[in-house]
């Protein structure tokens, strides 16, 4: 008697006409990833058909009314708080509800709060940080039995988890290249912490765009600090006092800018008279600036929006989003 050969994921996929990872995903009854009720369906009759044992029967939930989001640090003033109103209002549109679970880095408390959710009936979970960065998912595995999406956080070894993040390469470009626009070609840059991402995403935002207009990086003009008023301050007095000064201040937050204010003020030299400036995170304070400052809008609500409708509507494929923000162009970098 010959031997049946035997069935494999692969062989499912090509019958279901879809991948092996979206195989592999439906028959772990997996729930990192959401996926249609018709694409499960279609897996798991194309595994029947070709006699493939090791189905796993999903478990539907039903009148899921909640969707978690645990974060890691509640910001204050910071930008990213749109996302968490957005994802909030977002929910209730869908008749859901948000819970924000803050667990502030206590990996401990991180625990309790995943076992809190394992015996809850969630719709889904958003990981989220408001710091951009890079995490390791795996202490939060047990969440694999629900649909999970990152948010402003990502797992550079999981790319199969649904992630949203915002393009801060692209909108450096899009400051820099603002600049170019109004004439100025010695544009310097004050950037945060060396190790953050959102620091080194917006640097070399600033560098490509200056090397694509054909313009030589000048390492003087650029100023690494610690996000501090203090710090960029100094820094914007050290590139002011260089024997060509820049014609323009490029500070990876409207914080910063505040520092520099300060500093060309000190040195009696206008904006933009003299010096066009622009921030980023358009925060309150940009509009409030005497001039009002140029700086990018981050698209905060719509990653937050993004997230939910996402887990409430579902998705065949992995969403690895990077959003473009909108420079919102004032005063400070307008000469008249």
Not at 280 to 304: C, F, K, M
Not at 306 to 311: G, K, P
Not at 329 to 335: I, K, L, N
Request: proline share 4%; glycine share 6%; charged share 20%.
């Amino acid at each position: 008697m010959q031997k049946k050969n035997k069935i494999t994921m692969s062989d499912i996929a090509r019958e279901a006409g879809v991948s092996q990872a979206t195989v592999s995903l439906v028959l772990n009854n997996s729930r990192a990833i959401r996926l249609s009720d018709a694409t499960r369906e279609r897996v798991y009759a194309a595994a029947q058909a070709l006699g493939y044992q090791k189905i796993i029967v999903p478990h539907r939930q039903d009148g899921q009314e909640e969707i978690a989001m645990l974060l890691c640090g509640m910001p204050n003033y910071d930008p990213f708080v749109d996302a968490i109103s957005e994802a909030s209002s977002t929910a209730w549109q869908r008749d859901t509800l948000l819970s924000v679970y803050d667990y502030g880095d206590d990996m401990e408390l991180a625990a309790q709060i995943l076992r809190q959710l394992d015996r809850r009936n969630c719709a889904g979970v958003i990981l989220a940080s408001s710091v951009t960065r890079a995490f390791d998912f795996s202490p939060f595995e047990p969440l694999l039995n629900k649909p999970v999406v990152l948010l402003n956080q990502y797992d550079p070894h999981r790319p199969l988890l649904p992630t949203f993040l915002p393009d801060d390469r692209a909108n450096a470009c899009q400051t820099v290249n603002h600049l170019l626009a109004q004439g100025v070609t010695r544009i310097a840059h004050i950037m945060g912490d060396e190790w953050m991402d959102a620091s080194v995403l917006r640097l070399e935002g600033y560098r490509q765009t200056l090397e694509q207009a054909g313009i030589a990086v000048d390492e003087a003009l650029i100023k690494q600090t610690d996000w501090s008023l203090d710090a960029t301050f100094k820094a914007t007095l050290e590139l002011m006092r260089l024997p060509q000064p820049p014609q323009a201040i490029f500070c990876a937050s409207d914080w910063m800018t505040l520092g520099c204010y300060q500093a060309l003020a000190t040195l009696n030299v206008s904006i933009p008279g003299d010096v066009l400036v622009c921030g980023y995170d358009d925060q309150r304070i940009a509009h409030q600036l005497t001039p009002a400052l140029t700086s990018v809008q981050l698209a905060y609500n719509e990653l937050g929006r993004m997230a939910v409708s996402y887990l409430c509507e579902g998705d065949d494929t992995a969403a690895h989003i990077r959003l473009v923000g909108k420079l919102q162009v004032r005063g400070s970098s307008q000469r008249t």
